[in-house]
């Protein structure tokens, strides 16, 4: 299953608590104050991976969390860091913040990262609270929360060329010609619901990408249809193709045909 955009809930990890512990030995009655502090909470870390297609992963799972940072111990014993918990998406995804509506990061190319939600800080044991004034102090911090969002997820398909046209135009028959993709094609409009990529190989040691966009219609710059889902994943191809059928199955106008689409682009 293809899916392009889906909206999820990021829950980084808490950090771990202080502690609140003297020293005691045999001939150290009176020892000073020895609690570790907590850990910190897991980050959710989101990174574009080279080989991974879709959000089709995020799209079975609408809530990650990280684990929470462990707590400090006695003997001033800090508690453990909690592990980062990574999130692997295609190059070309954009993280929108979906409560204030603007864009965190867009992951255009494979290595690309971000720390999508934060994880808490751990807190003070009593150690840190030691002076010159105070030599037995009781104070500690809890851990701090971590970050909780609420993360839309969009895959802008990146390509080197685009293929574009009114549904059955022929981009699949072509893509299929020029490269190893293999995209569904039938004699019927929409047989292309999702979008295609296929590397074209020009000789041993050169190549391009080709991307074959689901038909579009009339209105689509406006929504109409799965406009704004489909004219996305061209934005960042660096040359369309226009594919005008000559002699459509519909009986219109090429021509005319051809100006529609021009006009939604």
């Not at 771990?16 to 001939?27: L, N, Q």
């Not at 059955?168 to 292309?192: C, H, M, Q, V, W």
């Not at 929504?223 to 704004?228: Q, R, Y």
């Not at 040359?239 to 005008?244: K, N, S």
């Amino acid at each position: 299953m293809f899916v392009d955009r889906v909206q999820v809930e990021l829950q980084a990890g808490k950090g771990g608590d202080g502690c609140v512990s003297f020293r005691r030995e045999k001939y150290v009655p009176n020892g000073g104050p020895d609690g570790g502090n907590g850990g910190h909470g897991g980050s959710i870390v989101v990174v574009a991976e080279e080989g991974v297609n879709n959000l089709s992963l995020l799209a079975h799972r609408k809530r990650w969390k990280a684990t929470r940072g462990q707590h400090g111990e006695g003997s001033n014993r800090h508690g453990r860091h909690a592990e980062d918990l990574t999130i692997r998406v295609p190059p070309g995804t954009v993280l929108i913040d979906a409560d204030r509506n603007f864009i965190i990061r867009d992951l255009v190319q494979a290595g690309d990262s971000v720390v999508a939600a934060r994880g808490g800080r751990g807190g003070w044991g009593n150690n840190h609270y030691k002076s010159s004034t105070n030599r037995a102090p009781r104070e500690f911090t809890r851990g701090e929360d971590g970050e909780l969002r609420n993360i839309i997820f969009e895959l802008k398909v990146i390509a080197d060329v685009g293929l574009v046209g009114k549904p059955n135009a022929g981009k699949s028959t072509l893509l299929s010609r020029l490269s190893r993709a293999r995209p569904e094609i039938a004699d019927y409009p929409f047989t292309t619901k999702h979008p295609n990529l296929g590397q074209v190989q020009i000789d041993f040691d050169r190549g391009f990408v080709m991307a074959d966009i689901p038909g579009l219609i009339e209105g689509a710059h406006a929504g109409v249809g799965l406009g704004h889902e489909f004219l996305r994943h061209i934005e960042r191809a660096g040359i369309l193709v226009h594919l005008v059928e000559p002699a459509p199955i519909d009986g219109s106008d090429p021509l005319q045909n051809y100006r529609a689409i021009r006009e939604e682009l």
